[in-house]
């Protein structure tokens, strides 16, 4: 069964999430950290709320699956024999 354009992207594109948490665990420890120091300047929000905790997460995932997809989209515009050829 030859490779449908779909079948690359859904291979490549969830790849990057298990990257993107490693770095999500560290940019919440040091949000964290930072909200000692910042926690005055919050006007209408406290440090240590969830759902904003949650939507910046949710972000950062959205992001990385975004790098990942623009990047695979473009490579699905080359032919692979060429792109063998050039190697």
Not at 5 to 28: A, C, K, N, W, Y
Not at 38 to 45: N, Q
Not at 46 to 65: E, H, K, N, Q, R
Request: hydrophobic residues 55%.
């Amino acid at each position: 069964m030859p490779w449908r354009r779909v079948d690359f992207l859904q291979l490549v594109t969830p790849e990057s999430v298990p990257l993107t948490l490693p770095g999500l665990v560290v940019v919440i420890a040091v949000a964290i950290v930072a909200l000692r120091f910042f926690g005055s300047m919050l006007v209408g929000v406290s440090p240590t709320d969830p759902p904003t905790c949650a939507g910046a997460a949710v972000f950062l995932i959205a992001v990385s699956l975004l790098a990942s997809y623009l990047p695979a989209r473009r490579a699905l515009r080359i032919d692979p024999i060429v792109a063998l050829r050039c190697l």
